[in-house]
């Protein structure tokens, strides 16, 4: 139950004030598993007294537990009237060009990955900004706006184009996101798409060896620091990206690898707001809906959220494994 509190306060604090709290986000899946083996428990052996408790910070973090094992919440049915559109992210850690997993044949199966989907908007991260011909071609000739002239975000799609512009944090050199203002099929809506990604923690290989064998005084220091810092950072991000996405004079879908949990207070600033923003997962995924494909599984933390004209049908994450991400889409239905 601490752990879990210990969560929720993170989600309130900002890490730039206070880093210690940001750690609990992690382990928010696991703790809460525990939570309810030990809530079955205690049914069991009947100790009603004992349930008083848990079951009221089960109340306290039902917003928590949707946003870490979605599903919770009802979806609209896609009729034939219905102005749908659908849309999808994926980081491709660039296009496996360094051969992490098998080079050629992972990007080409990331195209043929490609070629089977019919997303009407498709998102990426770390792409190549020399493979835009071959993602297009991959879409059926759609059109990718990339951010920058280098690995980085980038936004493919069929739909007509009415602006956009590279998203740059301060006073980095570099585009972190890309916005596209879109018009929607069977209707003169226009839509803004964000695409972000907010900053990585920035283990390097010996980090993450020391984290599977254990890491010593000095290097749960060094680790430690990292962390904080990333956390510090993806406070100060989504706080300038959140004051971008209140002036938006459109409806709002945000996608991305936002390197974080959904119990965290970077998360938390991006839904808060207005518009609020609506985590498509929450409302209709299952499980986990694990996007991170690393050492530390049931991570979460690739997402698509939307402004609340903008309602989710559908979510998938996909179960693939090209990247150290797995794509995930979701289905809308404008109310506008």
């Known amino acids: 139950?601490?752990?879990?509190?210990?969560?929720?306060?993170?989600?309130?604090?900002?890490?730039?004030?206070?880093?210690?709290f940001a750690i609990f986000g992690l382990t928010f899946p696991y703790a809460l598993l525990v939570f309810f083996i030990g809530v079955v428990l205690r049914l069991i052996r009947g100790g009603w007294k004992e349930l008083v408790v848990p079951f009221i910070m089960l109340f306290f973090l039902q917003s928590s537990i949707a946003l870490t094992i979605g599903g919770i919440g009802t979806v609209p049915e896609l009729t034939d009237d219905s102005i749908s559109f659908s849309a999808g992210t994926f980081n491709v850690r660039r296009m496996d060009e360094y051969q992490w997993l098998e080079g050629d044949k992972t990007r080409n199966d990331i195209f043929t990955w490609l070629?089977?989907?019919?997303?009407d908007i498709m998102c990426f991260q770390e792409m190549p900004v020399e493979m835009k011909g071959q993602v297009s071609k991959s879409l059926g000739g759609a059109t990718v706006k990339h951010a920058g002239n280098r690995a980085g975000t980038a936004i493919a799609t069929k739909?007509?184009?009415?602006?956009?512009?590279?998203?740059?944090?301060k006073d980095e050199n570099f585009?972190?996101?890309?916005?596209?203002?879109?018009?929607?099929?069977?209707?003169?809506?226009t839509i803004r798409v964000y695409n972000i990604h907010l900053q990585s923690v920035g283990f390097v290989g010996g980090d993450y060896d020391a984290v599977r064998s254990g890491p010593d005084t000095e290097q749960s220091k060094k680790l430690w620091s990292r962390l904080?810092?990333?956390?510090?950072?993806?406070?100060?991000?989504?706080?300038?990206?959140?004051?971008?996405?209140?002036?938006?004079?459109y409806p709002v879908i945000l996608c991305g690898d936002f390197n974080d949990t959904p119990v965290s207070f970077a998360l938390s600033t991006l839904r808060?707001?207005?518009?609020?923003?609506f985590d498509a997962f929450a409302l209709a995924g299952s499980g986990l809906g694990s996007t991170y494909v690393g050492d530390i599984p049931g991570l979460r933390i690739d997402y698509m959220m939307s402004s609340s004209?903008?309602?989710?049908?559908?979510?998938?994450?996909?179960?693939?494994?090209?990247?150290?991400?797995?794509?995930?889409?979701?289905?809308f239905i404008s109310n506008r």
């Open 159 to 169: 739909l007509k184009i009415v602006d956009f512009e590279p998203w740059t944090f």
């Open 1 to 20: 139950m601490l752990i879990l509190v210990g969560a929720k306060v993170g989600e309130l604090i900002s890490p730039e004030l206070f880093p210690f």
């Open 272 to 277: 808060s707001g207005s518009p609020k923003l």
């Open 309 to 331: 004209s903008l309602e989710v049908v559908s979510f998938e994450t996909h179960e693939i494994e090209l990247s150290d991400h797995r794509p995930i889409s979701a289905v």
């Open 115 to 119: 070629s089977s989907t019919s997303l």
């Open 175 to 189: 585009a972190r996101g890309i916005i596209l203002d879109v018009i929607l099929p069977k209707s003169n809506d």
């Open 228 to 249: 904080s810092s990333a956390f510090s950072s993806r406070s100060a991000q989504t706080t300038v990206l959140r004051a971008s996405i209140n002036s938006s004079p």
